[in-house]
C-alpha cells in the first residue's frame, strides 16, 4: 500500500493536534492512573500496563489526527467491513469468561466491538454524505440498516452495553442529518413495541440486572450487591472524601471490580463531592472543547462524524456514572479514559484523533 500520500500531508503540516484538547486528556488520563493505583491496591503492575495502553491510545490518537477527512470517507465501507468480519469471528471463535467478545491473537487479546464504535458513525456519515440532506426514506433504511446489523451481532455476543452504544452513536448521525422527526417517532414506537420481544431474548442475568435496578433491596446479598456497595461508596464519601488510598470498600472487597465499571465509586469515596466535581469540570472541558472543534469541520460529513464520536463520550460518561448511582441498570460500561482497559481507550483516544483531524484540515484550507 502506498503511504505517500500520509507523507506529504505530514511535510505539509505536522502533528495536527489541538493543544488545550491534549492537555485535557492527559490530565484526565493521569488522574486516572491515580485513582486505579488506590482502586487496585496499591498494584503498580496493573498501573503500569494501563500506563503504556494510554500510550499507545495516544500514539493511535497522533496517527488518527494526521490522516486526511477524504481518506476516512473513502475507507469507510472497508473499515465497515472488517469490523463486520470481526464480529462475525468473535461468534465463530471468540474467547471470554461467561461471553464471547474478544479474538486471540495468541500476542494479544483485543475486543472488535469497539472498532464499531468509529466504523458505524464513519459508515454513515460517508454515505449520507454522497446523499442529498435531509436524507429520503430508502438512505434512513439503509442507515438504519447499518446500525441494526453490528448492534445484533454484538448483542449476541452478549454485550448489551456496548451494542446500545453503538446504537446512540449511529443514532446521532441520522439526527445530525435532519432526518424528519416523524420517521425518528415512528421508529421509537418500533423500538417500544418491540420491548417484549427484546426482554424475552435477554439473557436470564441481563434480565436480573433491570429487575435488580428497579429494586436492588430486594436481593441485598446477590443481584442488589453491587448497586448496594456503589451507593455506600458515594455516600461514605461526603464533601471532601476519607482521603486517597482510604477507600474502605475497594480494600475490603465489597465494591465489586472496583478498577473497572466502579472505579467511580473509589473516586467518590477517596476524594468526595469535591473530587467527583473536578473530574466532572474535566471531563466537561473535553467535551466542549470537542464540540468546538467538530462544529468547525469543513463538511457535512465532518461534522456528522465529529458530533457523533463526541456524544459517544458523552454516553460513555453518562451510562457509568448513571450506573454506579443507581439510576441505570448495570450493564458493564467503563468510565471514559479512566477504568483500567486497553481497547475502549484506543478507541476513545482515536476518536479524539478523527476530531481533531476534521479540525485542522479546516484551518489548512482555509490558512
Request: one cysteine or more; charged letters at 15%; aromatic letters at 12%.
Amino acid at each position: 500500500m502506498n503511504f505517500n500520500w500520509l507523507i506529504r500531508e505530514f511535510r505539509h503540516q505536522p502533528f495536527r493536534l489541538d493543544p488545550l484538547l491534549c492537555g485535557l486528556l492527559l490530565a484526565l488520563m493521569l488522574l486516572g492512573l491515580t485513582v486505579l493505583y488506590s482502586a487496585t491496591d496499591a498494584d503498580f503492575g496493573m498501573v503500569w500496563r494501563q500506563a503504556v495502553r494510554l500510550g499507545m491510545g495516544l500514539a493511535l490518537m497522533v496517527l488518527a489526527s494526521q490522516i486526511p477527512p477524504a481518506w476516512y470517507r473513502r475507507w469507510a465501507p472497508w473499515i465497515y467491513a472488517l469490523g463486520l468480519g470481526l464480529l462475525i469471528a468473535v461468534l465463530l471463535g471468540g474467547v471470554g469468561r461467561g461471553a464471547t467478545r474478544w479474538l486471540d491473537l495468541g500476542f494479544m487479546r483485543f475486543q472488535p466491538s469497539e472498532i464499531m464504535k468509529i466504523a458505524v458513525p464513519l459508515m454513515l456519515a460517508a454515505w449520507l454524505h454522497k446523499k442529498p440532506l435531509p436524507p429520503r426514506l430508502g438512505d434512513f433504511t439503509v442507515c438504519a440498516l447499518f446500525i441494526a446489523i453490528p448492534t445484533f451481532l454484538i448483542a449476541s455476543q452478549p454485550d448489551l452495553g456496548t451494542s446500545l452504544l453503538i446504537a446512540a452513536g449511529g443514532g446521532m448521525v441520522l439526527f445530525l442529518s435532519g432526518v424528519r422527526w416523524r420517521w425518528i417517532l415512528a421508529a421509537t414506537a418500533a423500538a417500544v413495541a418491540a420491548l417484549p420481544l427484546l426482554w424475552t431474548m435477554l439473557h436470564d442475568y441481563q434480565r436480573n440486572r433491570v429487575l435488580t435496578f428497579l429494586d436492588p433491596e430486594s436481593d441485598p446479598l446477590g443481584q442488589g450487591w453491587n448497586i448496594i456497595q456503589s451507593k455506600i461508596a458515594v455516600g461514605t464519601g461526603g464533601l471532601t472524601g476519607r482521603g486517597w488510598l482510604d477507600s474502605t470498600q475497594s480494600r475490603l472487597e465489597f465494591l465489586p471490580e472496583p478498577h473497572t465499571d466502579f472505579i467511580l465509586s473509589v473516586l467518590a469515596e477517596e476524594f468526595g463531592f469535591i473530587g467527583v466535581a473536578v473530574l466532572m469540570l474535566l471531563y466537561a472541558a473535553i467535551l466542549l472543547r470537542s464540540v468546538f472543534l467538530a462544529s468547525r469541520a469543513r463538511d457535512p460529513f465532518g461534522r456528522m462524524l465529529g458530533a457523533s464520536l463526541v456524544f459517544l463520550f458523552f454516553v460513555y460518561l453518562l451510562v457509568n456514572a448513571s450506573m454506579i448511582s443507581g439510576v441505570m441498570p448495570v450493564v458493564g460500561v467503563p468510565l471514559p479514559l479512566i477504568s483500567y482497559g486497553g481497547t475502549s481507550a484506543a478507541t476513545l483516544l482515536a476518536g479524539f484523533g478523527i476530531i481533531m483531524s476534521l479540525y485542522s484540515r479546516r484551518k489548512m484550507l482555509k490558512s
